[in-house]
């Protein structure tokens, strides 16, 4: 009822709107509650609900992980078929967290967005410590912390190159995390 509610009122007027990712943290060990299955077929009613609501504006979901399964070792087809249908409803596909050294990224939705030529529209999200190859995840990065931006490198290029031409996105969302966008992003997008 939500996204039919957003529909009626943003539809057309937004370029686009996009889903929370698809990593969460529960799972049947911590919830006895939990079907992996359940989670699945309800991420998938969600994207058809988002269709239905947006059907001029621009879609999307960020398919990064999914419960119970770990790529490629325990692939249960869960996050593939996330893809699949995203493909077969017109729903854009993509992910939070640029991060082209992780190989949990590059074994799940990186190589789910490389393989294959989409009809839809594929976008990845440079987040908060990305620009210096971390996630909130980590558990040594604090945002409010900035030593490490006395010593960093620009990976800006990096990312970009990396996204355009190995995950071939139309859409890259650049958070606007300081210092970083302003000394690294906005220089590099002005010499193009």
Same mark, same amino acid.
């Given at each position: 009822?939500?996204? /039919?509610? +957003?529909?009626?009122?943003?539809? %057309?007027?937004?370029?686009? *709107?996009?889903?929370?990712?698809?990593? !969460? #943290? @529960?799972?049947?060990?911590?919830?006895?509650?939990?079907?992996?299955?359940?989670?699945?077929?309800?991420?998938?009613?969600?994207?058809?609900?988002?269709?239905?609501?947006?059907?001029?504006?621009?879609?999307?979901?960020?398919?990064?992980?999914?419960?119970? /399964?770990? +790529?490629?070792?325990?692939?249960? %087809?869960?996050?593939?078929? *996330?893809?699949?249908?995203?493909?077969? !409803? #017109? @729903?854009g596909l993509g992910g939070p967290d640029l991060m082209v050294t992780r190989k949990a990224q590059l074994n799940h939705a990186y190589t789910l967005m490389h393989e294959r030529h989409y009809t839809v529209p594929i976008g990845i999200a440079?987040?908060?410590?990305?620009?210096?190859?971390?996630?909130?995840?980590?558990?040594?990065?604090?945002?409010?912390?900035?030593?490490?931006?006395?010593?960093?490198?620009?990976? @800006?290029?990096?990312?970009?190159?990396?996204?355009?031409?190995?995950?071939?996105?139309?859409?890259?969302?650049?958070?606007?995390?300081?210092?970083?966008?302003?000394?690294?992003?906005?220089?590099?997008?002005?010499?193009?």
């Open positions: 009822m939500l996204l /039919e509610a +957003l529909g009626k009122e943003f539809d %057309g007027k937004i370029e686009g *709107i996009n889903l929370q990712e698809t990593s !969460i #943290g @529960v799972n049947a060990q911590s919830d006895s509650s939990f079907s992996d299955h359940e989670y699945l077929t309800g991420v998938k009613e969600n994207m058809l609900a988002l269709k239905k609501a947006f059907r001029i504006s621009t879609t999307m979901i960020y398919a990064n992980f999914m419960p119970g /399964e770990w +790529l490629p070792s325990d692939d249960k %087809g869960y996050l593939r078929s *996330i893809y699949q249908y995203g493909e077969k !409803i #017109g @729903v440079v987040q908060d410590g990305n620009y210096i190859a971390m996630t909130g995840a980590d558990p040594n990065y604090s945002e409010n912390n900035r030593a490490e931006t006395k010593s960093r490198k620009n990976i @800006v290029p990096l990312l970009y190159a990396f996204a355009k031409d190995f995950l071939r996105v139309r859409y890259m969302f650049w958070v606007n995390q300081e210092p970083y966008f302003k000394e690294d992003v906005i220089p590099c997008f002005t010499t193009e």
